[in-house]
């Protein structure tokens, strides 16, 4: 199987995991109506779904079979959705238009879009905590302490807040390099070292998941930074040159195209032998750091 | 020990804890300073901490040590300040006033008060997924997944997108109950719940505190509308008036003030009944039912 059909069957598997979530008929009562439609306009129908994929390929090294990594990689598919939400907001990055239609306070308003996040990221942890997620209570409460440190305030949020200061002023690359580990890379390396946590996986093991999550997090963020001086906006099912525009400093525009693509292709080798270890086992995540370098959308 | 002062004594144990956590000297990296600042703003130096006070004193009930509820006192309390900063942007109740003083989007702005929600929503999970916090991980899983249900989108969420949605509409008495149990009802019924869990309750012991739970917040919510209705500024810290300014049902409004107050005493009557079973150990809790129906503010 290619590696675009590859993620491609992992995405729609974690689709219908999600629709299954989403459809509100898991828990003990049953969620408005409006703000559950909310909720699945945003979760569902769009998206590579990059950071389930990582979880599921970064699992199945320690043996996981994708069946018992959905749950997991759903949550963390909310958490990245709600972060999208609250982003889009007017008094956060004022976007109208994600993945190609009307972003959430668009098509419906920003009251239903604040708590459509909310109730995204509280579902991620309603999720994690359930005992169908993994049969072992340390397992799950690892999986969620960890999600709630990649995505709160030392973390994602936390990268938000620093992105929301950085408008308009020009930031040292150490900055830059602290606001992207913390608003993309930390939910990235969550992502790997959750597939980590679900496998059991230990020791060096462990390791080098959290060492492959971290580089690739970077090389994500890189190339979404090339993506958005040098793409098109049809690709990108956005506008190109958003953070030009606003201002927003990146390490391609503090170190230039030609150093910024230098970079990549560093962070691109690094991941890639971060996983020696693995073998064959790991040709997957292997295939990813070329996908995540190499991406045009 | 007075009642009051019994309350206020558990208050200031419950800031002390909240105050160590949002330090960010605890997690494993340092929280952005802005975004750390707007958290403390939003959860420290105010409140009647009711909810902690529920949970310590249902736990305390079988025995727990106020010393070991305190964790999950705190996670509980970041999840009813995240809901009161949200709530409060523009885009859902505008209110700048709380509390006696500026809400979270006045003293900063719209978006880190979007995100100091966010922070502390996911901060309330961290530290019920910490091991410090209890030491057997199903328990924090399952005070975990009672946090979620309570809070997300079949619970708190769910009722303020009610709440929202009802502004300006006449709804029947068995809408305004729905929404109520769910926008305030929830997370009082889970302070006690989380209290009986800490404790490890099981069968009637613990169904009785689920049944008192859902009472009290039956009768918070109703003595609030009352308050609202007959109240004064002053004592309340924020406007009265309010909810009939804004055109929102309430039971009072719909019941009228004389069965409302029947209603009320009915509340307190059966949720001090529910206790019978622990004699004098939920003394505290009987009082909490007198003090919550006949409350000034």
């Given at each position: 199987m290619?590696?675009?059909?590859?993620?491609?069957?992992?995405?729609?598997?974690?689709?219908?995991?999600l629709a299954?979530?989403?459809?509100?008929?898991?828990?003990?009562?049953?969620?408005?109506?409006?703000?559950?439609?909310?909720?699945?306009?945003?979760?569902?129908g769009g998206g590579k779904?990059?950071?389930?994929?990582?979880?599921?390929?970064s699992a199945s090294i320690f043996g996981v079979r994708l069946e018992n990594a959905l749950d997991a990689a759903a949550a963390l598919e909310c958490v990245h959705n709600y972060s999208l939400v609250h982003d889009d907001l007017p008094a956060m990055d004022n976007d109208a238009i994600r993945r190609g239609r009307d972003t959430v306070h668009i098509a419906f308003d920003e009251a239903t879009a604040i708590l459509a996040g909310d109730g995204l990221l509280t579902l991620a942890f309603e999720i994690l905590a359930a005992p169908e997620t993994h049969s072992d209570s340390a397992v799950?409460?690892?999986?969620a302490l960890?999600?709630?440190?990649?995505?709160?305030?030392?973390?994602?949020?936390?990268?938000?807040?620093?992105?929301?200061?950085?408008?308009?002023?020009?930031?040292?690359?150490?900055?830059?390099?602290?606001?992207?580990?913390?608003?993309?890379?930390?939910?990235?390396?969550?992502?790997?070292?959750?597939?980590?946590?679900l496998g059991q996986a230990i020791g060096k093991d462990r390791?080098?998941?959290?060492?492959?999550?971290?580089?690739?997090?970077?090389?994500?963020?890189?190339?979404?930074?090339?993506?958005?001086?040098?793409?098109?906006?049809?690709?990108?099912?956005?506008?190109?040159?958003k953070d030009q525009d606003a201002g927003k400093a990146t390490l391609v525009s503090t170190l230039g195209i030609e150093?910024?693509?230098?970079?990549?292709?560093?962070?691109?080798?690094?991941?890639?032998?971060?996983?020696?270890?693995?073998?064959?086992r790991a040709d997957s995540l292997r295939e990813t750091a070329?996908?995540?370098?190499?991406r045009e959308h």
């Open positions: 290619t590696f675009d059909k590859k993620l491609s069957a992992i995405a729609m598997r974690v689709e219908q995991r299954d979530f989403l459809s509100g008929t898991r828990g003990p009562a049953a969620p408005p109506e409006k703000l559950a439609e909310a909720m699945r306009y945003a979760a569902l779904r990059l950071r389930p994929f990582l979880l599921v390929e799950r409460g690892e999986l960890g999600l709630a440190r990649a995505s709160g305030w030392a973390g994602m949020a936390g990268g938000q807040s620093l992105d929301l200061e950085a408008e308009g002023k020009s930031l040292t690359v150490d900055e830059i390099r602290r606001l992207q580990a913390l608003k993309t890379g930390a939910l990235i390396e969550y992502a790997c070292t959750a597939g980590a946590v390791a080098a998941l959290e060492a492959y999550g971290r580089l690739l997090g970077q090389a994500f963020q890189l190339a979404d930074d090339l993506l958005d001086v040098t793409g098109d906006a049809a690709k990108l099912g956005k506008k190109a040159g150093k910024a693509r230098a970079e990549l292709s560093r962070l691109e080798t690094e991941a890639i032998t971060t996983l020696e270890r693995f073998g064959e070329r996908f995540v370098s190499h």
